[in-house]
């Protein structure tokens, strides 16, 4: 017993708990007595005024018989579909692209890097310019290469991936950073080695390069998912969940039920699914992509 | 090497660059047509097929921006809070981050693991009880509400904590030889020792914050908190198709982190390369 307390000296105790307090504080006040108080709340009924009325399951039974909330379970998945793999294949080309010794290398990786320091909601605003149709100059360049005009944000069929397209640009050069560094890491030693084995560059990125970056591809990939599973900002922007509700992501029936509608219980219980959602698919990416890996 | 050798890797290098400007173009092409539709007068903006360089130049789109909205009360708004909110979370984070790493005291893994756990609730789930909680303490439509819930980050207290692990500990041990007591040896060496790491946070974590939509759109409802991402969607919905004030105020918003980016490049590259993650 005497030992246990020794362990610890009084002064390191206190200045520890000094340490921490505003962080521990924060977190508990942001982070543990929400996630509690939303759980409790998705059993409950309340629009913010009135008292609170105990409902049982029935938000959750709401929920999976509202065909909005499934419309926008589909569109979110669909938009995940989309999102990570545009963002994760296009930064590692880009890394690829830039990991080189050509003399002006460090300008393009500079423009590259450049669409992240556009505040989301301004490169919402500029692409939705440029989706304009009628003056748009995308639809311009559609134009000069003989193709007909489309709709883009205005299409029910073209709205999500013009979405995808102006968070997937602003995320490019991001993710091509991350990619780069973990492609430096990589030991110069396996490419002479594999050379030495008759390896052509299109082998060795398979049997070298991928191996390698198979962590980084992991991170790159789960954040993304985490990412995609929680945008809003572009989508309240370009096209407020529409055309007729091609849109309309999980985020975006939260904002609305528990906003607009003040239906605080049901968009408790829609933001528990979206939690669920998030640590599933999160922890299956991670299972499945660390199989096999040598760390 | 021979001539189909060489006749080969300039073929390479060529279409490695002709590809290198092609991407270059779609990614800066957005800024510039931007800029470009910032100075059009409101009939060339959209005029068809679009002029990409404008006919005049036309400075009065900014000047009218600004005698009718308050960007720059929206632009103090916006440095106040990413700001406030930066430096408390570097202080904060760097404070937790060494004591869970230098520091012994009893319940630390189960402590740690605790603040871990946080990470993985997204803040889309917490939304709603969290401003219920803000309105109720008082801060709706206040600094304090768009600040506050921002500055405690799982994900920064880690990365601390990792790098004062890594922190040489001889240096705390020369000053705790000399007197210093902990709280002394983490303000006078720790902290100072660790700018660079700091800087780089900082960066990531204003960089993050200036760009905030959701949470502000909620909390605040006045036009004197406002922030620039909400003032500039506020001045989209305001100007209907008056794209070159609209595209004017998205120049404007662009400005300080463009200049943050020049000034502190290197520290962004630094910091997305130990974080790896934005908030």
């Known amino acids: 017993m005497n030992k246990l307390f020794k362990k610890y000296k009084k002064q390191e105790v206190l200045a520890a708990g000094f340490f921490l307090a505003p962080d521990v504080i924060g977190l508990l006040f942001i982070y543990v007595i929400p996630i509690i108080f939303v759980l409790y709340l998705s059993f409950h009924s309340w629009t913010g005024f009135d008292p609170i009325k105990f409902t049982g399951l029935n938000n959750y039974l709401t929920l999976f018989k509202d065909p909005l909330w499934l419309k926008s379970l589909r569109v979110t998945f669909l938009y995940v579909l989309l999102y990570v793999p545009i963002v994760t294949l296009g930064s590692l080309g880009l890394a690829v692209l830039v990991n080189n010794n050509l003399p002006e290398i460090k300008l393009f990786r500079t423009l590259y890097f450049l669409p992240i320091v556009m505040p989301l909601v301004v490169a919402a605003i500029v692409w939705e310019f440029i989706y304009t149709p009628s003056y748009g100059f995308l639809n311009y360049i559609f134009d000069i290469f003989g193709l007909s005009k489309h709709a883009f944000l205005g299409s029910q069929n073209e709205a999500l991936i013009s979405v ?57 990939m789960v954040v993304n998912l985490i990412f995609a599973l929680q945008d809003f900002d572009a989508v ?19 904002y609305e039920e528990g906003f607009k509608f003040l239906k605080m219980g049901l968009a408790s219980s829609a933001s528990i699914i979206l939690l669920i959602i998030i640590l599933t698919g999160s922890l299956a990416q991670l299972k499945i992509l660390r199989g096999g890996e040598y760390e | 090497m021979n001539r189909s050798a060489i006749k080969n890797l300039i073929f390479k290098k060529i279409i490695i660059r002709i590809l290198l400007i092609v991407i270059a173009i ?84 189960f402590l740690f693991i605790g603040i871990l756990s946080t990470m993985m609730i997204p803040f889309y789930s917490i939304v709603i009880p969290l401003f219920i909680i803000i309105k109720q303490i008082g801060w709706y439509d206040t600094y304090l509400g768009l600040i506050i819930p921002w500055i405690p980050h799982a994900f920064g207290i880690f990365l601390l904590r990792q ?24 303000f006078r060496i720790a902290l100072p020792l660790s700018k660079p790491i700091l800087a780089a946070l900082g960066v990531v974590f204003f960089i993050s914050n200036w760009d905030r939509f959701l949470w502000p759109l909620i909390i605040t409802s006045s036009a004197e908190m406002r922030v620039v991402p909400l003032g500039i969607v506020q001045l989209k919905g305001q100007y209907v198709a008056h794209w070159n004030l609209i595209l004017a105020g998205a120049t404007i918003a662009c400005i300080p982190t463009i200049i943050i980016f020049i000034l502190l490049q290197n520290f962004i590259v630094k910091g997305i390369k130990t974080t790896g993650i934005k908030q």
């Open chain 1, 164 to 220: 995808v397209i102006v968070s997937a640009w602003r995320q490019l050069g991001y993710y091509m950073i991350i990619f780069l560094a973990g492609l430096k890491d990589i030991p110069e030693v396996y490419y002479d080695a594999s050379k030495v084995d008759g390896a052509n560059s299109f082998k060795q990125f398979i049997h070298v390069t991928l191996p390698m970056l198979k962590p980084v591809i992991t991170f790159v």
């Open chain 2, 163 to 186: 790098y004062y692990i890594g922190f040489p500990k001889e240096l705390a041990d020369a000053a705790a030889i000399d007197g210093c007591s902990h709280i002394g040896v983490f």
């Open chain 1, 236 to 254: 309240y922007v370009l096209t407020r969940g529409g055309p007729n509700y091609a849109t309309y992501l999980q985020t975006y029936y939260i």
């Open chain 2, 26 to 109: 779609i990614m800066v092409f957005p800024f510039l047509w931007m800029v470009s539709g910032a100075f059009k007068p409101s009939d060339e903006v959209m005029e068809y097929p679009p002029k990409i360089i404008p006919s005049e130049i036309r400075y009065e789109n900014f000047t009218e921006l600004f005698k009718e909205v308050s960007f720059g009360r929206y632009m103090i708004n916006s440095f106040i809070v990413a700001g406030s909110v930066t430096i408390f979370s570097l202080l904060f984070h760097s404070m937790a981050g060494y004591a869970l790493a230098r520091l012994r005291f009893p319940g630390k893994r």
